[in-house]
């Protein structure tokens, strides 16, 4: 882990640096500051820094990635992200991830050999695996640029003030999370790629939260009258393996009997308990039985889900015998969603009170499996299900960060809304037929994604929204805030709405968000101008497009049928 005690004080940049009220003797200056190191701040950083910039990047927790490391979840990709639609950057992390496996496990000759080796053999994707994997791929990404002194990295420092001068950022004040010490950060451009957009109300960026109206946006699945605290779930994830015979069994999380009881009060209805074999089908929201067997030779049931293998991050069988104890599988499903209060715009009391029921919640779900849980054998629980807290890195087992699925979101001067990409929608804008349907087309573009539009219950008590979408396009002008001139949102802060959201957010597409980003920056620093020059300019914006997909960012996509 890099010494975040180390600090290094970067040059001043071409521009003239803003002077800041907030300036004190600890100080540091760059030419792009990134606050949040998530999937978003990473590739921002690996960007801007290609591109010559000095970088300082702060991160919440002590680990960088996000979603891939700190919240535990691996990636959930679209089905030709080993072709196309990802960035040349996003798949070299992702060799990267293979190659650390054949250099560091002892893995079977044919797994080794496997040139599309999945890790942990998950349904989700077609690279599960450790998080902690992904923490060493990316810190060995970003370490010769810290140690040449290019990039300064600032773990365990949340934001707490920015200093706005007229429309621009001058300054944003960082406290460590370990000695309460605050440094001030100065730089040209700042880029937002926090998990919940925690930059824009320090800076008086204009954003919007949860559910917007059908009357604003237009859209099919919106409902009648905005709904600003109605946000997304968000999970707090573990690991666990499995050992027969053994008895793991953790205590009697406090609030179990809360949770065991539970039954969601949803609209459309969920069917019965939270914690039982049975949910929410997301596209259809009938019943949707789905089975749990941690055994290594338990047998598959043909169309039903095994919770146990669709998240599963480590497959002992391939590794040599004996070096691989057993299968680990990652615990981010609906049975373990939180929906009952959000973790932003409300005081830090109500964070910290949902965050902890979060965590029983998770805790509760672990408990049950090891205790109550029905078997198909007619057994009940599976006591040796193990805590593997060697995985996220903390005492009680759990992520260090919980799974965020809905930020705040930019007033921007682009938002994509759902006829944009959503393929029912589309094809009531269009009138034509599904096969013949497209995303929107941005001349703006700047990056290509695919997802389903897969909105998880929320607290305003909707139950799932999953929508076919098309592979669409990232438009410049959703990175860009309307009013603010020097902040570039790299995250799932960008303009879209709470259901375009639902496709904008995962892995690949928030690493091309925030590569985007950094390249977008660091063009602004270069040519001593406004990110939002590039847009507003039609001659700068193709000069960067083309630079961008020297760089390998797509910024279109072949034609494609809908996922």
Same mark, same amino acid.
């Given at each position: 882990?890099f ?10 940049t ?9 300036a004190?003797?600890h ?6 500051v ?6 978003g701040?990473c ?8 591109n010559g910039?000095?970088v ?14 700190a919240?535990a979840v691996p990636?959930d990709e679209h ?7 990802g960035t ?5 992390y992702r060799?990267?991830i ?5 250099q ?6 044919e797994a080794?050999?496997?040139?599309l080796l ?9 690279l599960?695996h450790?998080p902690r994997?992904?923490l060493a791929?990316?810190e060995q990404?970003?370490?010769p ?5 290019q990039?300064?990295?600032l773990l365990q420092?949340k934001?707490?003030?920015a200093?706005?001068t007229g ?8 406290k ?5 010490q ?10 937002d790629?926090?998990e919940? &957009?925690? #930059?824009?109300p320090l %800076?008086?960026t @204009?954003y919007?939260?949860?559910f =917007?109206?059908? $009357?604003?946006?237009?859209e ?5 009258t905005a709904?600003?605290a109605?946000i997304?779930?968000?999970?707090v994830?573990?690991?666990?393996g499995?050992e027969e ?7 009697k999380?406090?609030?179990y009997t809360f949770?065991r009881?539970y039954?969601p009060?949803?609209?459309p209805a969920?069917p019965?308990?939270l ?5 929410s ?11 749990f067997d ?6 598959v ?6 919770l ?5 991050i480590g497959?002992a ?16 499903w ?6 009952? &209060?959000? #973790?932003?715009?409300? %005081?830090e009391? @109500?964070?910290?009170?949902h965050? =902890?029921?979060? $965590? ?5 779900l672990l408990?049950w499996?090891?205790?109550e849980a029905?078997?198909a054998?007619g057994k009940?629980?599976w006591?040796g299900l ?8 903390t ?5 260090k ?8 979101r930019?007033?921007?001067?682009f ?8 393929a029912e929608?589309?094809m009531k ?10 995303a929107e087309?941005?001349?703006d573009s700047?990056?290509v994604?695919s ?5 998880h219950?929320?607290s305003g008590g909707?139950n799932?929204i999953?929508?076919?979408s ?9 990175l860009l ?5 020097? #902040?570039i949102a ?8 709470h259901i375009?959201n639902?496709c904008?957010?995962?892995?690949p597409?928030?690493?091309n968000?925030g590569?985007?980003?950094g390249c977008l ?8 101008t406004s990110?939002?020059?590039?847009r507003?300019?039609p ?5 960067f ?6 760089q390998g960012?797509?910024t279109?996509?072949?034609?494609l049928?809908?996922?």
């Amino acid at each position: 882990m890099f010494n975040r005690r180390t600090f290094l004080k970067h040059s001043s940049t071409s521009l003239l640096l803003l002077p800041s009220a907030l300036a004190q003797a600890h100080s540091l200056r760059a030419q792009v500051v990134i606050i949040g190191a998530g999937v978003g701040g990473c590739a921002a950083a690996l960007a801007a820094l290609r591109n010559g910039m000095t970088v300082i990047m702060t991160e919440e927790t002590d680990w960088v990635g996000g979603q891939l490391t700190a919240q535990a979840v691996p990636p959930d990709e679209h089905p030709w992200i080993e072709q196309f639609g990802g960035t040349q950057l996003y798949r070299r992390y992702r060799s990267n991830i293979r190659q650390y496996y054949r250099q560091h496990y002892r893995l079977m000759p044919e797994a080794h050999s496997n040139e599309l080796l999945n890790p942990g053999g998950g349904s989700v994707s077609k690279l599960t695996h450790e998080p902690r994997v992904s923490l060493a791929v990316l810190e060995q990404m970003l370490s010769p640029y810290i140690g040449g002194g290019q990039l300064t990295m600032l773990l365990q420092h949340k934001p707490v003030r920015a200093d706005v001068t007229g429309d621009k950022i001058a300054a944003v004040a960082v406290k460590s999370l370990t000695t309460g010490q605050e440094r001030t950060l100065e730089a040209p451009v700042f880029i937002d790629a926090t998990e919940q &957009g925690d #930059l824009l109300p320090l %800076s008086k960026t @204009e954003y919007v939260t949860g559910f =917007e109206s059908r $009357k604003t946006t237009g859209e099919l699945h919106a409902p009648e009258t905005a709904q600003p605290a109605n946000i997304q779930s968000f999970t707090v994830c573990f690991a666990i393996g499995y050992e027969e015979g053994r008895d793991h069994t953790i205590p009697k999380p406090k609030e179990y009997t809360f949770w065991r009881d539970y039954v969601p009060a949803m609209k459309p209805a969920w069917p019965g308990k939270l914690l039982s074999w049975s949910m929410s089908n997301p596209t259809t929201l009938a019943p949707r039985a789905v089975t749990f067997d941690p055994r290594p030779n338990a047998a598959v049931t043909p169309g039903v889900l095994n919770l146990w293998l669709y998240r599963r991050i480590g497959a002992a069988k391939l590794h040599q015998p004996g070096a691989f104890g057993s299968d680990i599988s990652l615990v981010n499903w609906p049975q373990n969603d939180y929906w009952l &209060g959000n #973790l932003h715009e409300v %005081s830090e009391a @109500e964070v910290a009170h949902h965050l =902890e029921r979060g $965590k029983q919640l998770s805790l509760s779900l672990l408990y049950w499996m090891q205790t109550e849980a029905p078997r198909a054998d007619g057994k009940q629980g599976w006591p040796g299900l193990r805590l593997r807290y060697d995985q996220t890195g903390t005492e009680d087992g759990l992520a260090k960060y919980p799974y965020i699925r809905e930020s705040r979101r930019i007033q921007a001067e682009f938002t994509v809304v759902e006829h944009h990409v959503g393929a029912e929608a589309r094809m009531k804008a269009t009138g034509k037929k599904l096969e013949e349907v497209t995303a929107e087309s941005f001349a703006d573009s700047v990056g290509v994604g695919s997802y389903r539009i897969d909105l998880h219950p929320s607290s305003g008590g909707d139950n799932y929204i999953d929508v076919s979408s098309l592979p669409f396009q990232i438009p410049l002008g959703a990175l860009l805030p309307k009013r603010v001139e020097n #902040l570039i949102a790299a995250a799932k802060n960008i303009g879209v709405t709470h259901i375009t959201n639902g496709c904008y957010r995962l892995h690949p597409a928030e690493w091309n968000i925030g590569e985007s980003a950094g390249c977008l920056a660091a063009a602004a620093v270069k040519g001593n101008t406004s990110p939002k020059a590039f847009r507003q300019d039609p001659k700068k914006l193709a000069a960067f497009q083309t630079s961008i997909r020297a760089q390998g960012i797509e910024t279109n996509w072949p034609q494609l049928t809908p996922r």
